[in-house]
C-alpha cells in the first residue's frame, strides 16, 4: 500500500504525489514496485535489499541515491517469537523521500499521527530520517515494557509450579531480548554514521540528534539488563529443577532400600533349605514381623539423619 505526505500541519495525506512528499509503502505490490523502479527510479537492488528480512542496518550512497536501512521493533501473532525486529527502507534522493516496509507494524501510522498532533514537517530527508530513528526507539521501549510484564507473569506462575510451558516461554523471551540488541546495536551505528555525513552536518537539528541518541542508547541499556535479569533466572530455574531431580532420585533410592530389607528376607527364608522355623507355627508371624522391624529401623535412621 502506498500512501503519499505532505506538509501540512504534520505529515497529511494527499491523493497523488506532490513535490517533496513523503512515499510511505507498506507491504507493496507488484504494482507498487514497478511503479517505484520504473517511475521513481530507485535502484532495485536497494529494494530488494529491504525485503530481504535478515538485511543488517546499513547506509548506502550510489549516484545521489541514498539508502538508509534500519530495524524497527514489530509485535506479531507467532506465539514461539511473540516480539521481533524487521527492516526498515528509506531511500531519497532531491525531492524523492520513500520508505519501505514489507510489515504490517505499528510505528509507521503511530509517527504521521504524532506529526500531526504536535505539528512536525518534512525540513529535509534527513531530518525525517531522524525522527524515524526516534520514533523506532520509543517504540522498542513500549515493547521492552511489555516484555517485562510477560517476564513477570512467568515468573509468578514458576514459583508456585515448574512447568515446561513457564520455562519455554521465558526462552522465547530471551531471543526476543537477542533480536532487539542486535537491531538497537545496528542502529547506533548507522546514526553515527548520519551524523557524520560532512556534506549534511549543517543541516541536523542538534536537539533531535541528541534526543536520538539518548533514546537509542536507554533502549539499548533497557534491553541489556532485561536480558541479564532473564538469563539470571533462567539459570536459576535451572538449578532449582537439577536439585529437585536429585531429590527424588535421593527418596527413590532410599525407598528401594527400606523396601529390599523385607525383599532379602523373605527370599532367605524362603528357599527349600531346612531352616530354624520351618516347623514353629509362629514361623511366619515372627519371619514378618522381623522384617518389619528392620525396615522400621531404617526409615528411622534415614529421618534422623534427614535424608528424608
Known amino acids: 500500500m502506498i500512501t503519499f505526505l505532505k506538509n501540512e500541519k504534520g505529515l497529511v495525506h494527499c491523493e497523488t504525489r506532490e513535490p ?3 512515499i510511505n509503502v507498506t507491504e507493496p505490490t507488484e504494482d507498487e514496485k514497478r ?3 520504473q517511475d521513481l527510479k530507485i535502484p532495485e537492488a536497494y529494494y530488494n535489499d529491504i525485503e530481504d528480512v535478515d538485511e543488517r542496518p546499513r547506509i548506502e550512497i550510489d549516484e545521489g541515491w541514498y539508502l538508509v536501512l534500519m530495524r524497527i521493533p514489530y509485535k506479531s501473532d507467532n506465539i ?46 534527513f531530518d525525517i530520517t531522524l525522527r524515524l530513528f526516534l520514533s523506532s526507539s520509543v517504540w522498542f521501549q513500549k515493547y521492552l515494557k511489555q516484555i517485562n510484564q510477560n517476564i513477570r507473569l512467568a515468573e509468578n506462575k514458576l514459583e508456585k509450579s515448574i ?16 533480536y532487539f540488541t542486535t537491531s538497537l546495536k545496528g542502529n547506533n551505528n548507522i546514526i553515527n554514521r548520519v551524523k557524520n555525513i560532512k556534506e549534511h552536518k549543517d543541516s541536523y537539528d ?11 542508547k536507554q533502549a539499548l541499556e533497557t534491553t541489556n539488563i532485561y536480558s541479564d535479569i532473564l538469563s539470571g533466572m533462567m ?6 529443577i537439577s536439585n529437585n531431580i536429585n531429590m527424588i532420585m535421593k ?11 523385607p525383599t532379602l528376607i523373605a527370599s532367605l527364608y524362603g528357599m527349600n533349605v531346612p531352616n530354624a ?22 526409615v528411622l535412621f534415614f529421618v534422623k539423619r534427614r535424608w528424608f
Open 20 to 22: 517533496n512528499c513523503w
Open 251 to 261: 527418596q527413590l533410592t532410599l525407598i528401594s532400600i527400606i523396601l529390599m530389607i
Open 235 to 240: 539459570d536459576a530455574y535451572a538449578s532449582v
Open 206 to 216: 542538534s536537539e533531535l540528534t541528541e534526543d536520538v541518541d539518548i533514546e537509542l
Open 277 to 298: 522355623f520351618e516347623n514353629k507355627p509362629f514361623g511366619f508371624l515372627i519371619i514378618l514381623v522381623f522384617s518389619f522391624s528392620i525396615s522400621l529401623l531404617a
Open 35 to 37: 511503479y517505484l523502479i
Open 163 to 178: 512447568r515446561n510451558e513457564d520455562l519455554q516461554t521465558l526462552l522465547q523471551l530471551e531471543k526476543c531480548l537477542v
Open 80 to 125: 514461539k517469537i511473540p516480539f521481533s525486529t524487521v527492516p526498515l527502507g528509506i531511500i531519497f534522493k532531491n525531492d524523492i523521500y520513500v520508505s519501505i516496509c514489507f510489515y504490517q507494524t505499528e510505528m509507521i501510522p503511530d509517527f504521521i499521527a504524532y506529526t500531526v498532533r504536535k505539528n512536525i514537517i518534512k525540513r529535509n530527508n
